[in-house]
């Protein structure tokens, strides 16, 4: 058992171990949304615990087992996390790059887990709650970028597959997607599902828990954060369009138009359940289907900035350090895209 762990990893099955843990880190944070929309965030008290007296939930407490369920999924996610760590090292050849990308998951889980003590033991502040959700993004875009990278071949060399403008339009969309996201959990924060208000000192389990479902919110107006938020989500899905348009005029790769179609895609549905939940009273489950297209919005946007830059192929391209810093080829001018 222990020589098969010693084996190298193919490149291959490396990239499949990191898309399974983005798929896990994309899981978690539904999972965590669905504690909070079921007022379950105190139902367990305690933390590694889930009360002072039981390590394991009540089967009887709902609210208890939907809290120790997304505690038992966070190990799943550390647990593919550590695979794609010791993945890093085992994989022939290794690559510096990757080793540090999957390392930054181990940071970003350790970091979620104090995160989320914190916001059991400050009982669903909603500033530190909505801090969780922010650190859930920037360890999507790490666990993105590690399967992207990892996708990539050992002995080649990258270069922009559009003009210097373009890519910058690319980073541009990663910039406004992550005012949208901001301003999103300003909307989420000041709504009925930000957090809760503390039951008096010395109160039940069950009084805590009656005291979640009457929730404690940001200092802005539910009106006023969400037309912030509608106004960044109208110039994000303007400047998709005209990304996807200019995509298409000059003749890009295939996959890369195909990433920004799914982009755009994922953005009016996002869109139209955003608004349906605002006009329907914030449903909690248009809410869990936001947080999810909110998280795919997040992910599709770092796929067509990481697209914008191909691999360069065939007898003129350069071998990568092994390191796996990769080099730059040269950009032509002139067309949004170069031709091929």
Known sequence: ????????????????????????????????????????????????????????????????????????????????????????????????????????LVAGVVAQVVLGALVTLTHLNPWVVQGHFVLSMLLLLDGMVLAHRAGLPDDAVVRPAVTPALLRWGWGLVGLATVVILTGTLVTGSGPHSGH??????????????????????????????????????????????????????GAPERLQSAATALLTVLVLQAAIGYTQYFTGVPALLVALHVLGASLVWLAVLGVALR?????????????????????????????????
């Open 1 to 104: 058992m222990f020589a098969r762990l010693r084996k190298p990893i193919p490149p291959r099955t490396y990239q499949r171990i990191t898309v399974l843990a983005l798929v896990f880190l994309t899981l978690i944070v539904v999972t965590g949304a669905g504690v909070r929309l079921t007022g379950s965030g105190l139902g367990c008290t305690d933390w590694p615990t889930c009360t002072e007296t039981r390590f394991v939930a009540d089967r009887g407490d709902v609210h208890a087992m939907v809290e120790f369920v997304n505690r038992l999924i966070t190990g799943l996610v550390s647990a593919a996390v550590a695979l794609a760590v010791l993945g890093s090292h085992r994989r022939s050849p290794r690559r510096r790059d990757l080793v540090w990308l999957s390392w930054g």
């Open 197 to 250: 208000n503390e039951a008096e000192a010395g109160a039940s389990r069950a009084a805590h828990i009656e005291a979640a479902r009457d929730v404690r919110r940001l200092p802005i107006a539910v009106h006023d954060a969400a037309r912030i938020h509608g106004i960044a989500m109208v110039v994000f899905l303007g400047a998709t369009i005209w990304v996807l348009v200019q995509l298409r005029r000059h």
């Open 308 to 340: 914008m830059q191909l691999p360069l192929e065939g007898p003129t391209a350069h071998a990568a350090d092994s390191s796996g810093d990769l080099g730059a080829d040269h950009v032509p001018h002139g067309d949004l895209v170069p031709g091929r």
